[in-house]
């Protein structure tokens, strides 16, 4: 399925340019769910040396958990520059190794730019990451729930299908890649075995992980307690679905089944962090059990939706050991599993109801405000506190520096090419810092 998610960033950039009141540059990674640093890029594919240093810029990375870790250690390789090469032979180099301009941040924050920071877009609440990010203290978090106005998109044919149940299993499970985070689904299908609910449910499982190319039992597991000690293809079904066709699912396969169990791609964390997953039962109109980190439903009523917990116990969802919580989430589907015939009846009912208030309100105006007002109250209050983290004095009085050198004027000088700096670049810039300071200044008398 080909998702066209760059009109998404267009959204958002319309929105903060509204909020900001000028251009205001958009970073995201293309293709979509990419992780490659190299793919993190402008979105209208400019380069232009003035734009990305006069305008505040947005890094986008509200697709995926925020990983500190992996970009402080996985930055772009420098290219061929003819401006560094400039810089590069000034009489005093301790100018240039000092200058931000020689510097590399996460997620390649630009320091070039008149602004001390830039601003960092994100999806995921009680993060470790997101605090690594505050302590470099160059990018300035925005929240805001990007699956749920993603997955309106994705699941938008689902409000106009009627469900015609002919349920052969309780349980539908969509069981696919488990690489990185999702070692857990293959120790959770293990379970499904021991309890002896694989006849209960529509699933199966992924033995090579797609991305990987090799079986769990050559699998070096990050959480060893998610090794499977069962031959897991012996009891299920065989897939090779790789992860990114969590967007795609089969009307009959639930109205095959009474109840999904969602598997999220967080569960072994501390972080919310939820994705297109959690809604896809909900567009569906389905009942769910979901197996996220903990806390994960109390989410969903923070932003409207009902759970199920007037119908089956959902105490799982508060415990904070991962290994217990899965051990919940089986526990409760066997306690389902043996529910006497009328008492099932009665249940499903009260779920199913439960279940399309959710897609009636998943579709709503209301809901859609929701989120996008979230994205615009967290811009606005970021764009205010970039206000007080201009670098004008600081980016004017380096460049002051650098112009006392003469391979630095004589480049500007000669330079013609846009994605680097150009003398009549630099003196609107410096003009520009100027009127802004003086601006200041006044405003402040």
């Known amino acids: 399925m080909n998702i066209p998610l760059d009109r998404l960033y267009h959204y958002i950039q319309d929105i903060a340019q509204e909020i ?45 958990p925020l990983d500190h870790e992996f970009y402080r250690t996985n930055q772009r390789p420098r290219t061929a520059n003819p401006w560094r090469a400039a810089l590069d032979i000034l009489d005093q180099p301790l100018v240039y190794r000092n200058s931000r301009l020689n510097l590399d941040y996460n997620l390649n924050y630009n320091p070039d730019n008149i602004f001390e920071k830039s601003l960092l877009l994100h999806s995921e609440k009680r993060s470790s990451d997101l605090e690594k990010y505050l302590l470099d203290d ?40 488990w690489n990185n985070t999702r070692e857990y689904r293959l120790r959770f299908a293990e379970l499904l075995v021991i309890l002896g609910l694989q006849d209960s449910c529509r699933t199966s499982v992924n033995p090579v992980e797609p991305e990987l190319g090799i079986h769990y039992d050559s699998h070096t597991f990050k959480n060893p307690a998610w090794r499977p000690r069962t031959v897991l293809e012996n009891f299920f079904p065989i897939n090779n679905i790789p992860s990114h066709y969590s967007a795609d699912f089969d009307i009959k396969d639930y109205e095959a089944t009474d109840i999904e169990v969602v598997l999220e791609t967080l569960f072994d964390d501390g972080r919310l962090h939820l994705t297109e997953k959690s809604l896809r039962p909900i567009a569906v109109g389905q009942p769910f059990i979901f197996a996220g980190t903990h806390g994960s439903l109390e989410y969903l009523h923070n932003y409207g939706f009902k759970t199920f917990n007037s119908v089956w116990d959902e105490s799982y969802d508060t415990i904070e050991d991962p290994e ?122």
């Open 324 to 445: 217990q919580r899965l051990s919940a989430i089986a526990d409760l589907m066997n306690q389902i599993k043996h529910w006497l015939p009328h008492v099932r009846e009665q249940k499903i009912v009260e779920a199913r109801e439960i279940a399309s208030y959710n897609k009636k309100y998943f579709f709503s105006q209301e809901f859609f405000d929701l989120v996008v007002n979230e994205l615009k109250i967290n811009l606005t209050s970021t764009f205010n506190t970039l206000a007080h983290c201009n670098n004008f004095n600081e980016w004017k009085n380096q460049w002051k520096q650098l112009l006392s050198h003469v391979p630095v004027r004589k480049f500007l000088q000669t330079n013609q090419d846009i994605n680097f700096p150009r003398q009549c670049d630099l003196d609107f810039i410096l003009n520009l810092i100027d009127n802004k300071i003086d601006h200041v200044s006044r405003t402040d008398l």
């Open 20 to 64: 900001y009141g000028d251009r205001v540059i958009i970073y995201r990674f293309w293709p979509h769910g990419s992780k490659n640093i190299n793919d993190l890029n402008h979105l209208h594919e400019s380069g232009q040396w003035l734009e990305k240093t006069l305008y505040p810029q947005i890094w986008c990375n509200d697709q995926e």
């Open 138 to 177: 160059k990018l300035i978090p925005v929240y805001y729930w990007s699956h749920a106005v993603i997955a309106r998109d994705w699941f938008r044919y689902a409000e106009h299908v009627t469900q015609r149940k002919q349920v052969d299993r309780i349980f539908l499970i969509y069981n696919r890649a």
